[in-house]
């Protein structure tokens, strides 16, 4: 029999871990929690070295609701700077972020001071931040909890899994195609699911998804146009990716 190599022996004792994460107190979550149907998410890593740090933010939702979200944000007291650097307008805006890095109380260092593993670029709605975390098997669960507990913060656990056991639909989960579509988006996707708008003999029309919605026919099109897109582009990097 083969000797198994390190990478390979460690693998097989991962689980994949979802929290969601109140973080109590910061800006990201005081905002989110005033805005749900906005998400923002980090896409970059941080940078600088001084106490100002920088990193680039999307925040995604109503193109009338985005503006007002970036205002209220930048008034946080650990932010410097959160300036557009994609025009404003749009359903989707790139933000530079910078913020005194002595005030900001990061939930991955916190995950990075108890030596664990986390995917990069959280997703943040409605003032819960999503953070999927990579656990070793001495790695205690309950111990990363109280820790992140015993800051002020509230974590509800979604999902844990052995990572030999997830399916490729799992799989495509995890890029993070419905995590990053707002609350209306889903709604809208899943009533014209449910309507049979995606069927093969086409069951409704995007007038029975804004009459189920309550929402006027463009508004129900710009819901579902947004949310397919995103899914779309998501499911095309998934599928170019290859067997997994």
């Given at each position: 029999m083969a000797e198994e190599t390190g990478t390979e022996r460690m693998s097989d004792r991962m689980r994949e871990v979802t929290l969601k994460v109140k973080h109590n107190g910061q800006p990201e979550c005081r905002v989110s929690e005033r805005y749900p149907s906005v998400t923002m998410r980090s896409v970059s890593s941080m940078t600088g070295r001084t106490t100002e740090r920088k990193r680039i933010i999307e925040v995604s939702g109503d193109p009338e609701t985005v503006p007002k979200f970036i205002d209220d944000f930048r008034d946080g007291d650990p932010i410097v700077a959160a300036e557009p650097v994609t025009p404003l307008g749009e359903p989707t805006v790139f933000v530079a972020l910078t913020f005194n890095a002595r005030e900001w109380d990061?939930?991955?260092?916190?995950?990075?001071?108890?030596?664990?593993?986390?995917?990069t670029g959280t997703v943040i709605t409605g003032g819960w931040e999503r953070w999927t975390l990579y656990l070793e098997e001495g790695d205690d669960l309950s111990t990363i909890i109280e820790a992140l507990e015993s800051r002020g913060n509230d974590v509800?656990?979604?999902?844990?899994?052995?990572?030999?056991?997830?399916?490729?639909?799992?799989?495509?989960?995890?890029?993070?195609?419905?995590?990053?579509?707002?609350q209306r988006q889903r709604e809208a996707l899943a009533t014209a699911i449910r309507a049979g708008y995606y069927g093969h003999e086409k069951d409704a029309g995007v007038e029975d998804v804004a009459d189920e919605l309550g929402v006027g026919t463009t508004t129900a099109w710009e819901h579902l146009a947004r949310a397919e897109g995103k899914v779309m582009d998501d499911l095309g990097e998934f599928l170019d990716a290859g067997p997994q």
């Open positions: 990061s939930i991955a260092e916190q995950f990075a001071e108890l030596g664990v593993h986390y995917r509800r656990l979604v999902r844990q899994v052995d990572t030999r056991e997830l399916e490729p639909s799992s799989r495509f989960e995890q890029v993070g195609a419905l995590h990053d579509l707002t």
